[in-house]
């Protein structure tokens, strides 16, 4: 599997956007990128996937490059419920999830 | 979206002492199913693929014989921690593979959080 490599903490503001980023770039041709958090204490909540095209959903936006070597996560108005670890994992197909560290990101009022 | 649940969501024993812990989809059908381990201030580390109906795929380092998995039904895998002990202690994590869906995607259970005196 392909490594990711994320900051290690961001901070954002409540209301306005998170763009967490993560750099893939031995990623291969069939691999998707996922993203997932976790709150503390609990499960990871899966986020969204992509492959090439940018993806939206009722949770983020995932932003994939042209070459695919790096995305952005978008949380468009963060809450302080969004505060938590968030896990970039680039997987093939049917291949089991392996976490790195992740970028805990701390929203604040 | 897709439920898995877990039980018992924490659990205390005795070193020495074997600690069963269920994982379920609960709204659909999972041949694959996953164990994790995750130790404070740590990311997870995958422990075992748990296949329905087949043997499971243990991780480099971590013991078959220790950490019983079964998954006897397409809902339902379980992890068994046989002789406890306090270094076992550990939030376990469970994970299950959908694939009804357009495309494969793997849900999380909350977790069981297990403490060995």
């Known amino acids: 599997d392909a490594k990711t490599t994320q900051p290690t903490s961001m901070d954002c503001a409540e209301g306005r956007a998170a763009n967490l980023p993560c750099n893939h770039s031995t990623i291969s041709g069939n691999e998707y990128v996922y993203w997932y958090r976790q709150i503390h204490s609990q499960g990871p909540q899966y986020i969204i996937h992509?492959?090439?095209n940018n993806e939206t959903n009722e949770m983020a936006s995932l932003i994939i490059t042209e070459d695919r070597k790096s995305s952005t996560l978008i949380l468009p108005h963060a809450t302080l419920r969004d505060t938590a670890v968030y896990y970039c994992i680039v997987r093939w197909d049917t291949d089991k999830l392996i976490f790195g560290t992740g970028t805990r990101l701390q929203v604040f009022p | 979206g897709a439920v898995v649940s877990q039980h018992p969501s924490w659990v205390i024993c005795k070193s020495g002492t074997s600690v069963k812990i269920e994982c379920r989809s609960l709204d659909f059908q999972a041949t694959t199913m996953f164990w994790y381990r995750q130790f404070p201030k740590q990311s997870l580390m995958l422990m075992a693929t748990?296949?329905?109906?087949?043997?499971?795929?243990?991780e480099q380092g971590v013991e078959k014989d220790k950490f019983l998995i079964n998954h006897a039904s397409l809902t339902l895998s379980t992890l068994t921690v046989t002789s406890a002990h306090p270094e076992d202690s550990s939030f376990y994590i469970c994970?299950?593979?959908?694939?009804?869906?357009?495309?494969?995607?793997?849900?999380f259970g909350p977790g069981t959080r297990l403490t060995v005196l």
């Open positions: 994970s299950a593979r959908d694939q009804t869906r357009l495309t494969d995607t793997q849900y």
């Open positions: 748990s296949n329905e109906g087949s043997k499971a795929t243990y």
């Open positions: 992509g492959l090439k």
